[in-house]
């Protein structure tokens, strides 16, 4: 067998002893958290404050809505102006259809 071939092996071999400590690590780990959890009798919301929760799925991708800046007065239809312009504003003055409030 050439060194080559012989090192892809062993590294297989060793792809395969990280993934399985990394489960016992993991396996590890999540048992202390539940003994932690129930020696204390902790709750989610203990552990994930609200404020927290809220951090954590606005960072995740949670997006807000902008609010209409144009009205299309036939449809009611509306844009914020973000984003590629719809069909109904196509070639006219923008200024024209702006919402006032």
């Known amino acids: ?7 892809l092996a062993e590294q297989v071999v060793l792809q395969q ?16 958290i539940h003994e932690i959890l129930e020696e204390n009798a ?11 929760v809220e951090k954590i799925s606005k960072s995740s991708g949670a997006k807000s ?8 007065p036939a449809t009611g239809k509306e844009w914020s102006g973000r984003g590629i312009a719809p ?13 006032n409030e």
């Open 42 to 52: 902790l709750t989610q919301a203990d552990v994930f404050p609200s404020k927290l």
């Open 17 to 32: 002893r990280i993934e399985e400590a990394r489960l016992a690590q993991r396996s590890d780990a999540l048992a202390k």
């Open 87 to 99: 069909k109904w504003l196509e070639g006219k003055n923008k200024e024209d259809f702006l919402i």
């Open 1 to 7: 067998m050439t060194l080559l071939k012989q090192l």
């Open 65 to 72: 809505k902008v609010p209409a800046k144009y009205r299309d």
